[in-house]
């Protein structure tokens, strides 16, 4: 008998004991996870322009996970200040470098481009520029209308192939809607020698503008075309280097005999 009750005491105690760890459980507080670890970032104190220049209040600090770190970005404002925006920039986002131009490029559209190379204008309209739809960071191909030979016949020829678009009129980003807007006067991204080209173009006939695919980077080699077809042979092309020929001055040979005296002129 004696045995009985000992042995259900302590099942009653291993019982008890179970149940109370299970009640511990069950209503203890949740600990509080540990809070994640932040870095600080520089960023735009309010929504800035392509072309700013930084200033102590355009900048703040904002913290940002650490496992989530950014190229480029800065830990403090003393090396932004004066420093030029290429891009626009939303209120709170943090500045990265690649969102500057280099130090000392200047400001406006001159920080926009890139070493080596150039920007320049040329006249658009509506119609010529793709019903309004060229915006800026499109790329397009530059044709040029001129006439050639003695009948005046008409040659169309294309110039540049797959240039960027910097700025529409003063318009140096898209509409953030995508809404088309008349172009007037388009300025392009060249390197130096197409610059010449564009010049060239514009001097000789009139100027027009056919937009690409934006992933379409492939140049074409064509040749200019008339009304009538293609020219196999252009006598006359902006986009060729001009060939000067050196003139050879004439000389003279004067011969006396006597009295008389003749002259003649040999190339």
Excluded at 59 to 72: A, F, T
Excluded at 169 to 182: I, L, M, V
Excluded at 197 to 206: D, M, W
Aim: charged fraction near 20%.
């Amino acid at each position: 008998m004696a045995k009985r009750l000992i042995t259900g005491l302590v099942v009653a105690l291993l019982v008890s004991c179970v149940f109370t760890f299970w009640l511990s459980k069950k209503f203890a507080k949740p600990v509080a996870a540990a809070a994640p670890v932040k870095v600080e970032y520089v960023a735009a104190a309010k929504a800035l322009d392509a072309g700013e220049v930084l200033t102590n209040d355009d900048l703040k600090i904002v913290e940002w996970p650490n496992n989530q770190p950014l190229q480029g970005a800065f830990t403090r404002a003393d090396g932004l200040v004066g420093r030029v925006l290429s891009y626009p920039l939303p209120a709170d986002q943090p500045i990265t470098e690649r969102q500057l131009s280099s130090p000392g490029a200047g400001i406006g559209l001159a920080t926009r481009i890139p070493t080596g190379m150039r920007a320049i204008s040329l006249k658009s309209d509506e119609v010529m520029g793709v019903a309004g739809f060229m915006m800026p960071g499109t790329h397009v191909d530059v044709l040029v209308t001129f006439r050639t030979g003695n009948n005046g016949d008409q040659t169309t020829e294309t110039v540049l192939q797959d240039v960027q678009i910097l700025a529409v009129d003063q318009k140096t980003a898209p509409d953030p809607q995508g809404k088309a807007t008349t172009a007037n006067v388009v300025t392009l991204l060249v390197n130096p020698d197409d610059a010449e080209k564009a010049v060239l173009a514009a001097a000789q006939g009139s100027v027009h503008f056919v937009l690409r695919n934006g992933t379409d980077h492939d140049h074409v080699s064509d040749k200019p075309i008339t009304l009538n077809g293609k020219v196999d042979e252009p006598k006359q092309g902006v986009a060729h280097k001009l060939v000067v020929v050196p003139v050879v001055k004439a000389y003279e040979v004067v011969t006396v005999e006597g009295t008389k005296k003749s002259t003649e002129s040999f190339q």
